[in-house]
């Protein structure tokens, strides 16, 4: 990111890095799943033969509540026939209407898909049926409790009508740091869910970064609280939601100073998106392996929107994605739906004692900390990627320099041929997203030189590797790790060698263009 920031300094008047949009979901340990719920009946005293009414008294009170606490605070409740519609647009209007600055805006009530259970029939050994508590699939009613929160702005919470109860809270991050920056005085311009410009840049950073060092599961209680009212029934016995993260954004803005400053490059942000981050690279930003263990898939999606262009890159359920915002802020975004695809070091137990070590990062609040290390690095190194776009110096004083042979010390080194098919295959191979963050060594690119001289013998190839690692170090396109086997790629190689095989890709047609 660094390299990018400082290519395009006299353009950028900013970054900000942070949350953006955060869903929290919340489960009901005592009744989530089927043998749990199985027990809270049994404790209740309530036949499977039975426990459908005690389900629809249940969901009545939710239903009930909803309603009340619209009533109470003279709110209007709305049901919408259609989940495609925009109820966070309706609600904003209402607040802008009514000019709320803290507390209920309204409720919605809209009919929506869930995971529920129903009662079915087993067979026992001897042959008899038994009634037994299934997961089912099922359309209730979700009610959205829309708030105007003193800390958060405008957020909403979501519950399903029907057990097991589910419930969520969408907060924004950008949504927080306007609210904290009205509070603290620091002017800023605001278009929709970005910032173009902020005064005070570095605080409104410090502000941001709060919201991952905070302790987020009373404060999440309470929300549940206002929307579920059998939590105060102390004859339930119903444990507390256990919160997780449903979903996460994490977005870095980079703020241009003005919008054409970015209209200029974004094109070719765009072209280098498309037609040069392969596979390799997308599973690199995302920190993922890019060897034969990964059994994936990696899509990338162009889509052009009334607002501007969008590249999404997927990797699985987890994607990056890169557009501009409002004309002036390039923004890279990513989201993580399934944290387990990535690793967080913490202490668990192995052969009956406690160790560090390197585990699947888990979709509990806990582990907040390291999915804003992972969605932070993952732009970080697309940006870094995006870095050699937009060079405004010709290609001749690119590559005239490395086409001519150079001499270290007694020794002389032949010039390099950069557009030519044997520089052009390295170049490629030393550019894959693998090597971008822990470099390369010779046995990497083994198989790539054996393929193109099948004839040679191991120990000839591995010769052959490296003497051109010798050769690319002499014209300063890598260098080597010292005390290591290891080379990575300078800020000219990349460069240089980017360039290279654009022009070698492109058609006559394109270059005449």
């Given at each position: 990111?660094?390299?990018?920031?400082?290519?395009?300094?006299?353009?950028?008047?900013?970054?900000l890095?942070?949350?953006?949009?955060?869903?929290?979901?919340?489960?009901?340990?005592?009744?989530?799943?089927?043998?749990?719920?199985?027990?809270?009946?049994?404790?209740?005293?309530?036949?499977?033969?039975?426990?459908?009414?005690?389900?629809?008294?249940?969901?009545?009170?939710?239903?009930?509540?909803?309603?009340?606490?619209?009533?109470?605070?003279?709110?209007?409740?709305?049901?919408?026939?259609?989940?495609?519609?925009?109820?966070?647009?309706?609600?904003?209007?209402?607040?802008?209407k009514?000019?709320?600055?803290?507390?209920?805006?309204?409720?919605?009530?809209?009919?929506?898909?869930?995971?529920?259970?129903?009662?079915?029939s087993?067979?026992?050994?001897r042959?008899?049926?038994?009634?037994?508590?299934?997961?089912?699939?099922?359309?209730?009613?979700?009610?959205?409790?829309?708030?105007?929160?003193?800390?958060?702005?405008?957020?909403?919470?979501?519950?399903?009508?029907?057990?097991?109860?589910?419930?969520?809270?969408?907060?924004?991050?950008?949504?927080?740091?306007?609210?904290?920056?009205?509070?603290?005085?620091?002017?800023?311009?605001?278009?929709?869910n970005?910032?173009?410009?902020?005064?005070?840049?570095?605080?409104?950073?410090?502000?941001?970064?709060?919201?991952?060092?905070?302790?987020?599961?009373?404060?999440?209680?309470v929300?549940?609280?206002?929307?579920?009212?059998?939590?105060?029934?102390?004859?339930?016995?119903?444990?507390?939601?256990?919160?997780?993260?449903?979903?996460?954004?994490y977005?870095?803005?980079?703020?241009?100073?003005?919008?054409?400053?970015?209209?200029?490059?974004?094109?070719?942000?765009?072209?280098?998106?498309?037609h040069?981050?392969?596979?390799?690279?997308?599973?690199?930003?995302?920190?993922?392996?890019?060897?034969?263990?990964?059994?994936?898939?990696?899509?990338?999606?162009?889509?052009e929107?009334?607002?501007?262009?969008?590249?999404?890159?997927?990797?699985?359920?987890?994607?990056?994605?890169?557009?501009?915002?409002?004309?002036?802020?390039?923004?890279?975004?990513?989201?993580?739906?399934?944290?387990?695809?990535?690793?967080?070091?913490?202490?668990?137990?192995?052969?009956?004692q406690?160790?560090?070590?390197?585990?699947?990062?888990?979709?509990?609040?806990?582990?907040?900390?390291?999915?804003?290390?992972?969605?932070?690095?993952?732009?970080?190194?697309?940006?870094?990627?995006?870095?050699?776009?937009?060079?405004?110096?010709?290609?001749?004083?690119?590559?005239?320099?490395?086409?001519?042979?150079?001499?270290?010390?007694?020794?002389?080194?032949?010039?390099?041929?950069?557009?030519?098919?044997?520089?052009?295959?390295?170049?490629?191979?030393?550019?894959?997203?693998?090597?971008?963050?822990?470099?390369?060594?010779?046995?990497?690119?083994?198989?790539?030189?054996?393929?193109?001289?099948?004839?040679?013998?191991?120990?000839?190839?591995?010769?052959?590797?490296?003497?051109?690692?010798?050769?690319?170090?002499?014209?300063?396109?890598?260098?080597?790790?010292?005390?290591?086997?290891?080379?990575?790629?300078?800020?000219?190689?990349?460069?240089?060698?980017?360039r290279?095989?654009?022009?070698?890709?492109?058609?006559?047609?394109?270059?005449?263009?």
């Amino acid at each position: 990111m660094k390299r990018f920031l400082e290519r395009y300094d006299d353009r950028i008047e900013g970054i900000l890095s942070g949350f953006d949009r955060v869903v929290f979901r919340g489960s009901l340990t005592s009744i989530n799943y089927p043998a749990a719920l199985q027990a809270w009946l049994n404790s209740q005293g309530i036949l499977l033969k039975d426990c459908k009414g005690k389900f629809k008294e249940l969901s009545e009170e939710i239903k009930e509540g909803g309603q009340a606490l619209a009533e109470q605070q003279k709110r209007p409740y709305r049901y919408i026939c259609s989940p495609k519609e925009s109820k966070e647009d309706w609600a904003r209007s209402i607040q802008e209407k009514d000019k709320i600055e803290e507390g209920l805006i309204c409720v919605v009530g809209c009919v929506e898909s869930c995971r529920t259970f129903r009662v079915g029939s087993n067979w026992t050994k001897r042959g008899q049926p038994r009634l037994v508590l299934r997961v089912a699939y099922r359309k209730c009613l979700h009610l959205y409790f829309y708030y105007m929160d003193r800390e958060l702005g405008l957020m909403h919470i979501r519950i399903e009508t029907w057990l097991p109860f589910m419930i969520q809270v969408c907060c924004n991050g950008r949504e927080y740091l306007a609210r904290q920056m009205d509070r603290r005085g620091i002017n800023y311009e605001r278009r929709g869910n970005c910032f173009p410009h902020i005064e005070k840049l570095s605080a409104a950073q410090r502000i941001l970064d709060r919201l991952h060092e905070r302790k987020w599961a009373p404060l999440l209680h309470v929300f549940a609280s206002r929307a579920n009212p059998l939590l105060a029934h102390g004859n339930l016995s119903l444990r507390h939601y256990y919160w997780t993260f449903w979903e996460s954004e994490y977005a870095t803005d980079v703020m241009f100073r003005e919008a054409k400053l970015l209209d200029e490059i974004y094109p070719a942000l765009v072209r280098q998106a498309i037609h040069h981050f392969h596979s390799q690279d997308v599973l690199r930003f995302l920190g993922r392996r890019t060897n034969i263990r990964f059994r994936g898939e990696v899509r990338t999606h162009l889509a052009e929107r009334i607002e501007g262009v969008r590249v999404r890159h997927w990797v699985e359920e987890n994607s990056i994605k890169m557009y501009d915002k409002q004309g002036s802020v390039l923004r890279i975004e990513t989201t993580i739906n399934d944290p387990r695809r990535f690793r967080v070091r913490r202490r668990v137990m192995r052969k009956g004692q406690r160790v560090l070590a390197w585990v699947n990062m888990r979709k509990g609040i806990a582990d907040i900390r390291r999915r804003v290390e992972v969605s932070r690095a993952a732009n970080q190194r697309y940006l870094e990627a995006l870095s050699v776009v937009g060079l405004t110096m010709p290609s001749h004083r690119l590559l005239d320099p490395v086409s001519r042979p150079v001499v270290i010390g007694d020794r002389r080194y032949r010039r390099l041929e950069p557009i030519a098919p044997n520089d052009c295959s390295l170049f490629a191979e030393i550019l894959r997203g693998e090597y971008a963050i822990d470099g390369f060594r010779n046995r990497d690119l083994f198989e790539h030189a054996r393929e193109r001289h099948p004839k040679l013998t191991p120990r000839a190839v591995s010769a052959w590797i490296t003497r051109r690692l010798r050769l690319s170090r002499a014209h300063g396109l890598i260098f080597k790790v010292p005390n290591r086997s290891l080379y990575r790629i300078t800020e000219k190689g990349r460069t240089v060698m980017t360039r290279a095989l654009e022009l070698r890709e492109y058609s006559g047609v394109k270059l005449a263009a």
